[in-house]
């Protein structure tokens, strides 16, 4: 294979340039982390305790055991519902609407959990997964199905089911089947432990939260990796995204390819749901989504839609989230600040002109390359 | 207005598309400027009309130095484009699009349409230009469109008009009452510009020929004392040969059998209507027809891609009227589409994934669930030397290739596989010489081979050269047809009946 | 040939009429039956210098009629078709339902319809602010997923400046920061060339993050700093004293009167000046309007900057024309609702308002369906604007037509 073969080889990780996949992230992380800085000046915080609160960062991410864990528990939703996003990104979707579906698949798996909390859990655990995953796939179905049929945009499509998401929640947490007996406010019922996923490293300390839904992360990195690059619906996925217009042409059904994508980047955010019901909160409460499914989208951006990049963003993201905790406990600054810091991550990697823009001397001049 | 472009150079990155050009443009005459496509006319006149700063060089309008800071200054020095696709609002009226840019005001920026519409009325009158100013630009036909951009130049008091290959889109008829308001144009004391790959049109036309070849003037002279094939071998740098070769004439049974079809636009009008013909094996039928009488509906109809209103296909005896372009391409159909940067390839993509674009589902290609890429970049490396289709490797991006190269991509892809019938669309639209000849003989080989072959292109010239029989296209519907076996083609017939003549 | 066409026609007006039948059936099978008594609405307050007298609707009866109204107007469609008019059958036919709905909800019971019709009013100002927006920028081809964040960014501000300087002042800083939302979007997408969709989102996640990180960093600890003055409503002699049409549009306070007007002048600057033709030419095909010398970018970057401005004071309405006070992520959604008020309108200022109404009715349905205690649960009820959004959207697109360009970056050579 000659230099040019592993140039374009290069391609099939996103972008053509090293640059774009390794200086530009980098470049966007600093920047971002600097900007944070001056919104915490503006809003009176003191240099001192700007410095304390990112040395807390650091500390709540990778400073100690639990903070590991934490990182690791944190990341794990990220980047299931980024390797969704992911692949809708790919054929040409953007899907905004992972955060319902992480609160529909979470709420299932909870409700099947709990249906079947008698059964051993070999069957207990992969059938609220699946339950979760099923759910979220067919929520995110609904937009596909919206897309692929009337022509509606899956952008106001699937935030409107973001939106309606929530009053589902709201409602379904008071139905007698799902809400925990004796209680009045939204709150269902627990999840049983044959359908947990099982705390991985209770016998060192029974307070580190790292679950097996890192294992369940690990495997569908994997599988979208070869869905993406090594499958025929991958293939088509991409082509779709790239030129529908010639997709259709080749012969490829494109009603079914938006409908499919769509499912499956709904299931693996259903997945995610249901990583936090069974593995982290044991249980579905009014907001437990948090918010991941918006994280998620930055997440996927920065892993340049494709799934290694999402898992290393994910970790980074987990990171943000985990040290961002630590930060409002040791400096008192708000956690809203990594929403902040996220964001600007994603101008700055949708933007590589800007950060180029931004800091000429990291990068080739044109033309040299 | 005297205009001299002296020693211009041009350069995209490391791409050069003008080398040291110099050209004079004398006001009352017609210079015809010859160049194969991708010669680098366009880019030439693009410099001239403010569109690109000049890598190198000077212009200089009646001796003195200008430097244009984007088209409006152009405008305002008095050169305008008439460009080869058009630039108009197609939703805006005649009148708006006249105006645009430099339009007569009111008080609170108040749109003077009324003006608007004088202007064009009595540009219309003084140069035979007729157009209604308030008709909407989608709804008129090409011709028509190109007398606005006329208009819309006249308007901004153009003493140069530059037009790029005005001919293309129109019948033989139209391009001869398009030379008569050039000629107008020129005694009104306007220099022109006349930009064409089309030997005849040149040598009809112009007072003065320049040929540029990769970017540079490669000769110049009087038309009345060049001949056609001194001009095509300046244009193309080796002597050229017109001739496609071919085996003779022997038509095989009905392949394709296509009996009272309708077809309908995205929005209800009916494109194609109560259309009917029979292709045979071993032939290849051109449709000629000026561009938007319903041939690419009647291709997507065809290749599955457009839902048939009424009417039946046969193909081999078999109906498909309403099968999937998938089955369609399991029978033995391929389609060469009309626009290969919007339909036929997928720029991001490598040359081998192109290459499998429609036949990545199934053996050898695919292993279950999986695609064997392995198994595909040989096949495409293979296939890709075969179709001489020029690229680095077979990981390039299609989007790097030559245009040339692309086509021949495509065709590769849909002919190197067991093919019975074949659909393409504008097959060499916008080729160089070499790449069009490459193309035309692959299609005479699979018609050599049996296959039947429907062809559509609106550049006549085309149709007549390759086609066993030539079915002529109006308004949805075949209004004739003619055959060289059977009686010499009239090219003149054939483009007033293009024009509607026999309808 | 035009059989055909009838056909297709045909095959739509038969599922239209269909749908108007079911609903009939549906009527009469669930509502009519739980509609006991009289349903009475109040049009007018006793205070009113003309009051007119309550409208009282027989609950069962009337919903009886409705359905049968409804079932009459489904079997014609479905049995004679008459195309032309099943949109705006259609149209009627919803619209009569939703009356019968009211009035089983309202049956045995006392409802302010003019009270109904003034929220409808209020409530659509954000939605058809959002969509005017959406218009500006789509008009010259920047798509704008943003407007939700200059919605908050709006409503942020005002309330800060506002209870710092006073709501005008507020109201100046709010449309000022849109405008500079507006500007950062055509920054990022016309210089820098970032997806524009890319763009929107980054825009909405900043400003949530921004606003929650100064909401909780700051307004916790200085309370003052987040209680701005509202604005009141303006009467305007005369016409306020008008029955229904009085309160309903004579008495509302400037966001109301704010969304009318500048729903005119885009109409007027879109359509009847000349920067507004340049503006469309560049939304629909950039690449003719710079061959004739017109600054695209430049265009773009006005444009998208005015239509910031304009979700910039529509964002104000959360706070200075409302509660006065700013909570985090409070535009809850409307932004986008005012883009789908954007399609529903056809990209047309007017159109976009109109579509406004049509959520805002559905907005204040809602919340006032919520205190007659009806079965259906509340949650559901809260539902209905993104709802009705979704089905907007789903129906209207590829009927409406956007501007050609809209979405893609333009590239000069």
Known sequence: MNAMDKATQWRLLGRTQVEDLVIVPLFAFVAALFLGALVMAATGVDLAVIGQSYVALVKGSVGSLNAVSETLTAAAPLVLAGLGLALGFRAGLFNIGAEGQVVMGGLAAVVAGVALGDFPAIVALPGALLAGAL??????????????????????????????????????????????????????????????????????????????????????????????????????????????????????????????????????????????TLGVLDRATPGFSAGIGFDAIAVALMGRSHPVGVLLAGLLFGALEAGGRQMQVDAGVSIDLIAIIQSLIIVFIAAPLLVKALFPWGFRREGSG | MRVELKNITKRFGPVIANKGVNLTIEPGEVLGLLGENGAGKSTLMNVLCGLYDPTEGEIFIDDKPVVFDGPGDAIRAGIGMVHQHFMLVPVFSVAENVVLGVEPTGALDHLDLATARAEVERLSEDYGLAVDPDAIIETLPVGVQQRVEIIKVLFRSADVLILDEPTAVLTPQEVDEFFQIVRSLCEAGKAIVFITHKLNEIL????????????????????????????????????????????????????????????????????????????????????????????????????GLRRVASGRVTFDGTDITHISPRARHRMGIAHVPEDRQRAG????????????????????????????????????????????????????????????????LVVARELSRDTRFVIAGQPTRGLDVGSIAFIHAQLMAARDEGDGLLIVSSELDEIMAVSDRILVMFKGRIVAEYAPHIAPLDKGEIGLVMAGAAA | MSVLLDKARLRQTRITGGVLIALGVLIAVFLAPDAPGVATFRL??????????????????????????????????????????????????????????????????????????????????????????????????????????????????????????????????AVAVGGMFGFILAALVVTYRMDQIIAGVFINLFVLGLTSYISSQVFQEYRALNNAPVFRAIEVPFLSDLPVIGPVFFNQNIFVYGAFILAGLATYYLFHTRLGLRARAVGEHPRAADTLGINVYRTRYINVTMAGMVAGFGGAWFTLGSVGRFDEGMTGGRGFIGLAAMIFGRWHPVGALLAALVFGFADSLQQKLALLRTPIPSEFLAMAPYIATIIVVAGVVGRARAPAADGKPYVKE
């Open chain 1, 135 to 276: 759910t979220g796939a067919f929520y995110a179905g609904i937009a596909g199905w919206l897309r692929a049929v009337t022509g509606a945009h899956e952008v106001i499509s699937t935030i409107m089911l973001n939106l309606i998401s929530y009053r589902l929640l709201d409602y379904l947490l008071r139905t007698p089947l799902i809400q925990k007996e004796g209680r009045a406010d939204p709150i269902s019922k627990s999840v049983p432990d044959a359908a947990e996923l099982p705390r991985l490293l209770t016998f060192i300390d029974a307070n580190l939260r790292v679950h097996a839904g890192i294992f369940l992360t690990l495997a569908m990195v994997a599988v979208a990796y070869w869905l993406l690059f090594r499958s025929k619906l991958g293939f088509e996925f991409r082509a779709a995204g790239e030129n529908a217009v010639a997709a259709r042409f080749a012969g490829m059904n494109a009603s079914l390819t938006i409908i499919l994508a769509m499912a499956i980047a709904g299931a693996l955010a259903g997945l995610a749901g249901a990583n936090q």
């Open chain 2, 204 to 303: 009809e036309i112009s007072d003065r020929i320049s040929v540029i070849r990769r970017g540079e003037i490669v000769g110049s002279g009087d038309p009345k004392e060049l001949t056609r094939p001194e001009l095509a071998e300046m244009m193309v740098g080796h002597p050229v040969d017109f001739d496609v070769a071919r085996a003779p004439y022997a038509p095989r049974e009905v392949i394709l059998d296509v009996a009272d079809l309708t077809v309908l636009r995205d929005h209800g009008a009916v494109a194609i209507d109560n259309l009917s013909l029979k292709v045979r094996s071993g032939e290849i039928v051109g449709i000629a027809g000026v561009q938007g009488n319903g041939q690419s509906a009647l291709i997507e109809a065809l290749a």
């Open chain 2, 345 to 408: 390839l997928i720029g991001n993509f490598t040359v081998a994934e192109n290459m499998v674009l429609d036949t990545y589902y199934g053996p050898p290609f695919a292993k279950g669930a999986s695609i064997d890429w392995g198994r595909v970049h040989a096949d495409a490396a293979r296939v890709a030397e075969e179709y001489d289709v020029r690229t680095p490797s077979v990981f390039a991006a299609a989007a790097h290739l030559s245009g040339g190269n692309q086509q021949k």
């Open chain 3, 44 to 173: 007018s307050r006793p205070t009113d210098v003309w009051p007119v007298p309550n409208l009282v609707v027989p609950g069962g009866a009337f919903i009886y009629v409705v359905s049968a109204l409804l079932a009459f107007m489904g079997v014609r469609l479905f049995l004679k078709g008459g195309a032309r008019w099943s949109a705006l059958i259609l149209g009627i036919g919803l619209a009569i339902a939703v009356a019968a709905f009211l009035v089983w909800a309202t049956a045995g019971k006392s409802f302010s319809l003019t009270g109904m019709l003034q929220a409808t009013l209020v409530r659509a100002v954000p939605i058809a602010l959002g969509g005017l927006a959406g218009v500006l920028s789509e008009r010259v081809a920047v798509v704008n997923i943003g407007i939700e964040g200059m919605l908050l960014a709006g409503a942020f501000t005002g309330a800060l400046v506002g209870s710092l300087a006073g709501g005008i002042a507020g109201l100046a800083a």
